[in-house]
C-alpha cells in the first residue's frame, strides 16, 4: 500500500509539474527537460509513468476532468452550477486547472488532439444535465447534448476572457453572470428560484473540500 501511495504522489507530482510547464510555455515549447526540473525528478521516474510529452499533456487535460467532483445536493442543477463555480475558482492558481485550460484552448499546435478533452467535459456536463432531467428540474424543451456542449463552448470563452483582462481572477464572477442569463431557459421555474448563483460559492466549497481531504489523509 506505501508503495502504491508513492506511485500516486509521483504521478501527481509529474503532472502538476508538466500542467505548469504547459501553462507557461504551451504545447509546443514545454520540454520534458523543464517537467524534470520543476518535478525534482529523474527521467526513469517520468517515462515510467508517461511516454512521451504527447501522453503528459493528454494525461493533465483527463486529470482535469477527474479532480472536479462537488458535494452532493438536493438539486443536481446546483451539482452543475457548483462544478463550475469550483472549477472558476481552481483556475486562478491550480497547475492542473490552468495548465488543461492552456491545452485545451491553445491554438497554433496541430500535435495535440483536443478532442479527447473536448469530449470528456461534454460527457461530463452531459451526465449532469441528464440526471437534472430525470429529476424533471429542466424544461421540456431543453435538448441535453445540445446544451451540455454550448456550456463547455460558453465556458472555454468565458475563461480565455478572463485570463485576458485579469489572469482568470474575475471568472467567477463571469459564470455568475452567464448563469443568470442562462439558466432560467433551461431550469424549471420551482427550481431556478432555489439556485445558488453566488460567484463567492466555488471558494466556499474549495474550503469545503480541502477540509474534508485533509480529514481523509489524517484518518489513515
Do not use: C
Amino acid at each position: 500500500m506505501a508503495q502504491q501511495d508513492r506511485a500516486i504522489r509521483t504521478r501527481r507530482a509529474i503532472l502538476e509539474a508538466a500542467a505548469s510547464v504547459f501553462d507557461d510555455h504551451g504545447y509546443d515549447r514545454a520540454t520534458i527537460a523543464e517537467v524534470l526540473q520543476r518535478a525534482g525528478m529523474t527521467k526513469g521516474a517520468l517515462y515510467f509513468h508517461f511516454a512521451s510529452k504527447e501522453q503528459l499533456a493528454l494525461a493533465v487535460l483527463e486529470e482535469q476532468v477527474v479532480d472536479i467532483a462537488v458535494e452532493p445536493q438536493k438539486i443536481k442543477l446546483q451539482e452543475f452550477v457548483d462544478a463550475g463555480q469550483v472549477l472558476a475558482y481552481r483556475l486562478r492558481d491550480d497547475p492542473i486547472q490552468r495548465g488543461a485550460a492552456r491545452l485545451a484552448v491553445e491554438q497554433g499546435s496541430n500535435h495535440l488532439d483536443r478532442r479527447r478533452s473536448m469530449a470528456s467535459w461534454g460527457e461530463f456536463v452531459e451526465g449532469l444535465l441528464g440526471e437534472a432531467r430525470g429529476r424533471g428540474e429542466l424544461l421540456e424543451t431543453v435538448v441535453v447534448r445540445e446544451t451540455a456542449e454550448l456550456f463547455v463552448g460558453a465556458f472555454a470563452g468565458l475563461q480565455m476572457m478572463s485570463q485576458a483582462f485579469s489572469n482568470r481572477a474575475d471568472l467567477s464572477r463571469r459564470l455568475t453572470v452567464f448563469f443568470e442569463h442562462t439558466m432560467p431557459s433551461i431550469a424549471v421555474p420551482s427550481v431556478l428560484v432555489r439556485l445558488d448563483l453566488d460567484s463567492e460559492r466555488g471558494a466556499r466549497l474549495e474550503e469545503a473540500l480541502r477540509r474534508g481531504r485533509m480529514a481523509d489523509v489524517a484518518a489513515r
